[in-house]
């Protein structure tokens, strides 16, 4: 096979940091490995898995020649250079939300719909983290029963809003004085602690009272799953948790179901573990899930006034399969092609 040659912008950041070791780990068939950022890291060194990656500033020339780009440096640099990349011969795999939503770009879960990722023109949409998190959980129950309703509530980790936002809950945690800068949104004039307190706001507000990251659950779902009609409600939450997002999701499904069935839908489904073992107390949690590649899902249980409802809860590394390892995979697939 025809060695890559790869591009990561946004490499000092966290997810660019997890692509590059997820490169290295899963032995993606590179020849070489181009670490872009922004100007201020232009010649920084990053080891990786014993790797190490002499930072380049981020420009239009730095994509001569790369075969896969990689974006995650936000999405205002995604627009300004994705087009340069794609330009220049590259096929971008977009992190940011920059292209998600636009008709000529697919948003793809290879468990999902693979299928999308032929009609490219160029870039490849990453979709939001929590979106990938619970997208991989309702792809098997879309399949085998049909779904009529989701309502999702997220409790989702510091490091969705990047390495600051990490800092940010360890220096509230140590330093008692320390002043919050980063959460609930950087840009935005107010911030709260999130050490020993939950902030139910994740991205800004819209007029109808939703923030934008629960518009890209609801959208972005529709999107992956060709439905329009797919009737999706979430509220999405910040909580004192480094790494991994968890989801309690309820769905009404199109058909009747046993919970056995349910189980065992979900069991041979691809990139997904059923940890549901409650006489044991065995149930997927954060803080055991960091690293891991696969979603894990338990308290399966039904409605117990509705015969299709059905609840359960999510967790997933939203830094690994809710960003760079759904990335990299989007890459083995076009490859594998
Ligand atoms: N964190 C998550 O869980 C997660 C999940 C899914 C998607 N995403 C998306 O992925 C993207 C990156 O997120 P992150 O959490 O990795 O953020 P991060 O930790 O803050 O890292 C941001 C990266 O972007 C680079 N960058 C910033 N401005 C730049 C510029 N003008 N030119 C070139 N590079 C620039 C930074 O380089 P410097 O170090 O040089 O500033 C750094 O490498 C965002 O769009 C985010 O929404 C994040």
């Not at 940091?17 to 890291?41: N, V």
């Not at 794609?86 to 292209?99: L, P, Q, Y």
Request: glycine share 6%; hydrophobic share 40%; proline share 5%.
């Amino acid at each position: 096979m025809k060695k890559i040659k790869v591009a990561v912008l946004g490499a000092t950041g966290a997810v660019g940091e997890e692509i590059l070791e997820l490169l290295i780990e899963r032995k993606f068939p590179y020849s070489e490995i181009k670490a872009l950022a922004s100007k201020k890291s232009a010649g920084k060194t990053l080891e990786v898995k014993g790797q190490k990656f002499i930072v380049e500033e981020a420009s239009p020339e730095a994509f001569n020649d790369i075969d896969i780009a990689f974006f995650c440096a936000g999405g205002n640099v995604s627009l300004n250079l994705a087009d340069e990349a794609v330009k220049r011969g590259a096929v971008v795999i977009d992190n940011t939300s920059a292209f998600r939503m636009n008709k000529d770009v697919p948003l793809v879960v290879p468990e999902v719909n693979p299928e999308d990722l032929k009609w490219h023109k160029g870039v490849i949409a990453n979709p939001n983290c929590s979106t990938i998190i619970m997208a991989v959980a309702l792809a098997p129950l879309e399949k085998h029963f049909g779904l009529d309703r989701v309502i999702v509530s997220t409790y989702q980790a510091v490091s969705g809003a990047g390495i600051k936002g990490m800092e940010e809950l360890q220096s509230e945690v140590l330093d008692p004085d320390y002043t919050p800068q980063v959460l609930p949104v950087a840009s935005l004039p107010k911030h709260y602690q999130i050490a020993y307190n939950l902030i139910p706001q994740i991205d800004v507000f819209d007029k109808e009272g939703y923030t934008k990251e629960e518009w890209k659950m609801i959208n972005e779902t529709r999107k992956m799953f060709h439905r329009d009609d797919l009737g999706i409600t979430a509220t999405t939450v910040r909580v004192p948790v480094m790494r991994c997002h968890s989801e309690s999701v309820y769905v009404e499904l199109k058909k009747d179901f046993t919970l056995d069935e349910v189980r065992e839908v979900l069991a041979g489904a691809k990139g997904l573990i059923v940890q549901d073992d409650i006489e044991n107390q065995i149930y997927p949690m954060p803080l055991m899930l960091e690293k891991e590649n696969d979603i894990y899902v338990g308290r399966i249980r039904k409605d117990l006034y509705n015969p299709r409802g059905l609840n359960f809860w999510v967790v997933g590394d939203q830094i690994r399969k809710g960003a760079a390892l759904n990335a990299v995979q989007i890459g083995e697939s076009m490859l594998a092609d």
